[in-house]
Every structure is written in C-alpha cells, then in structure tokens.
C-alpha cells in the first residue's frame, strides 16, 4: 500500500516537472522575446534579430542563418535538431538583451525591422515593447500609438491629430443639445463630427444648450445646474 | 336583335368608369401582391457618366520579401549526436537562381556505414521540386554529393530547403527557412 503511494508521488512529481519545462518552452516566432525552442522550421525575419533568453534547438527543428543575418541571444542549445549558419552570418551568444527604437517609451516601436544588440538613446529592450509587430507612426509623442483612444485638442507635434496611427483624423465635439444634469454639473455628449469642416483643436464652437435646470435642495440636495443659454467647445481628434 | 343607340356623354361616362375600374383593381393587387407595398415609382438616375466605366481593384501591397544574399552561398551545417548520416558543409547556388538557370547543391556526407542516397526537396510558392544528388567526391563514408536542376517557380514568399541523407545506420533530415 505504502510502494503504491510513493510511485503515485513519484509519478506526480515527475509529471510536474515534464509539463512545467514545456510550459516554459514557447516555441521561438517572429515576436518572441524571452526563452524559446525551435522544434520545426524557423528562421528570424530581420537582418539583426534575436530574444532576451536561450534558444533551443529542439529533435526536429532547425534553425537557419542566411548570409548578412546576425542573431543574438543568451545562449544556442542543440539538444536534437539542427543549425544551418551561412558563411557570412553571425551567431552572437551572450547576447543579453536585444533592443529596438522607442523614442516616446509608448511601447511601440519606431520600426518593427529594425533591432539592436547594444543599448543607446531611445532604445528599449524587446521585452519591455507592448508590441513588436506593430510600429508607431509617430515616435515623438507617447500619445501618438496605435489602439490609441483618447482624443486631443493639441496636434501630436507635427502638426497631425492622427494619435491611433489609422491614417486618418476623427473628429468629435461636445454637444449639448440634450444636456444632462448629473453630478450637478450640465453632462454633455460627444458627437462625431467627423463630417464636419471645422478644423480639429479649434476651440469656441458653438455646442447648444436647451436646458437642464435641476437646482434643487431643501433636503433634494444638488443645488444648481441651469444650463439654457449657450455654451462653447473644443474639436478634439485621434 | 336591334342596339340602342347611347348618348355620347353616357359613352364616355362608361369609358371612365371602366378604365377608373380598371385602374383601383391594378392598384389593390400590386398593394396585396407586394405585401403593403406600394409600387415604387421609375426613378431617373441622372449625372452618371455614359459610356464604358471600367472598375479598377485597388491592389493589395505585397510586403517586401527578406533578403536572401546572392550567388553562391556556403552554410555549416551542425547536427545532433545521434543524427546519421552526418551533413556538415552544404552550398547552394545560386541561392537566388533566374527561371531555367541551373541550380546546384553540393552536401559533404558522412557515417559510419554506407550512405545510399542524398535528396534535396525545394518547396517553392506554389511548387515543390525533388532533386538526387549523386557522390562526386570521396567514398560512401565520406564524400561531397551534389544535385542540380533548372530552377522554375517563384520564391519571394516561400522557399524551404529539405536535405535528406540515408545510410547503414539511418536517415537524417533538416528543414531549412530560406524565404
């Protein structure tokens, strides 16, 4: 009974141990960059690439240096597969940390082709990169990023309001044509106004008001809130 | 049988009312028939241009393809332990042929028994190639084997290399990512 139990311990342990080393073996890909095994076909896209972490060249995999490639990482580890490095390319182990051109630290890089071995001004290391496939169509302005949502009254810097780098300019505004009274404060909407001719950060633009009143108390709370008359906005863009 | 002759006022009343008739009928069934539509009237397009309007597909970019260098390339090729047979230098070249140049691949091979054969597998594109190599240097042990064919297909998205060598002791393969 007592043998049964410690096989089944054995067992468990043994299990634990094979599925946790797998689980830290993500296989190597474009945008990987930390620790990873090449167990089919793989060779990395950019003429300087590499991860922060071991590649493992695992039964089944090869990996492939072209002429002119260099791909830097912590250590190569030919455990059952196979290296093929061209005369002409360069394996750099000890590569600690690979790094590409963040200038506005948004986590998107000036260039998804580009990627440097050593650190300078404006580099980030890959892994601190909120994406490597996607680049920045301004590196100048930690606003300006793809999937950005805020929208800006001042232009990003070069004079465009495109901040979620979809090449293109939407618009909104305040509108108050159906003011609220929330928080005792008169809550507008946003419109898109995106149709519209006016240009984005001019300011003074007229947002309407038909009303919202409320003021209150006598144990109703709030206390003014008004509205009626006119009210002036801002457009404001991404 | 004799006609009585109508008034031309009650002739013309009749007509009326048979085309007025005629008219509510058609109307009711279009309305029933199209289920509480009623008929939509001739629209006039106007302001398109006439003659031939040709529709151009905006083309997708294709990404530019990586390099692959050019000419004549030389690899090492470093192997597990326990592969065999053992391929350690391989050329290819060109690396980057013309349609119809000739390509040639050139493997040093070696074990402990005989090697039998040497294939290279180019997948393309669209296409997938075999090609025999045969020894041309050294002994069955150990030798340079090479293997030529006049390139066709399209490489700029896809070209993997596969070598595989059989011997004595078995057979050893690796797949290469030019492309």
């Known amino acids: 009974m007592i043998m049964k139990k410690i096989a089944t311990f054995i067992l468990f342990v043994a299990g634990f141990f094979l599925f946790a080393s797998n689980a830290d073996a993500a296989e190597c890909t474009a945008t990987s960059t930390s620790s990873c095994v090449v167990s089919t076909s793989f060779s990395f896209s950019n003429t ?39 005369t002409g390319a360069s394996l750099k182990p000890g590569t600690t940390t690979v790094y590409m051109l963040d200038a506005d630290s948004d986590g998107y890089p000036a260039s998804t082709t580009t990627k440097y071995f050593e650190s300078a001004a404006g580099r980030r290391s890959v892994s601190d990169l909120t994406s490597l496939s996607t680049a920045d169509c301004y590196d100048s302005s930690a606003n300006a990023k793809p999937g950005q949502t805020t929208y800006y009254a001042d232009d990003r810097g070069d004079e465009s309001y495109d901040y979620n780098c979809d090449s293109a300019t939407t618009k909104r505004r305040l509108s108050c044509t159906s003011p609220v009274c929330s ?41 003014s809130c008004t509205g009626s008359g006119t009210t002036t906005t801002t457009m404001e863009c991404r | 049988m004799k006609f009585k002759k109508l008034p031309l006022n009650k002739l013309l009343l009749s007509f009326f009312i048979i085309i007025a008739v005629a008219a509510v009928g058609y109307l009711g069934y279009t309305y029933f028939a199209g289920q509480g539509q009623l008929p939509e009237p001739v629209r006039k397009i106007t302001g398109l241009p006439t003659g031939v309007v040709s529709i151009t597909p905006t083309p997708t970019p294709k990404p530019t393809p990586r390099p692959i260098g050019t000419g004549k390339q030389e690899f090492g090729v470093s192997m597990s332990q326990d592969a065999w047979p053992k391929m350690t230098k391989l050329i290819i070249d060109p690396i980057d042929p013309r349609l119809l140049q000739k390509q040639t691949f050139s493997v040093e091979v070696n074990d402990t028994k005989p090697i039998t054969s040497v294939t290279a597998t180019v997948k393309m594109n669209d296409k997938t190639k075999s090609v025999q190599f045969s020894l041309v240097d050294g002994t069955n042990l150990k030798g340079r084997w090479e293997g030529s064919w006049m390139f066709s297909g399209g490489y700029d998205e896809y070209y993997h290399l596969i070598l595989e060598g059989v011997s004595g002791t078995g057979k050893s393969s690796f797949e290469m990512v030019i492309r």
């Open chain 1, 183 to 223: 928080a005792c404060s008169v809550t507008c909407d946003y419109i898109d106004a995106s149709g519209e001719g006016t240009a984005c950060g001019t300011t003074g633009i007229n947002a309407g008001y038909a009303s919202a009143t409320r003021n209150n108390d006598e144990y109703g709370n709030c206390v």
């Open chain 1, 48 to 86: 300087t690439d590499g991860i922060n972490g071991s590649i493992t060249i695992s039964t089944g995999g090869t990996l492939t240096l072209l002429n002119g490639y260099s791909v830097g990482a912590t250590s190569f580890l030919l455990t059952g597969g196979t290296m093929v490095v061209a």
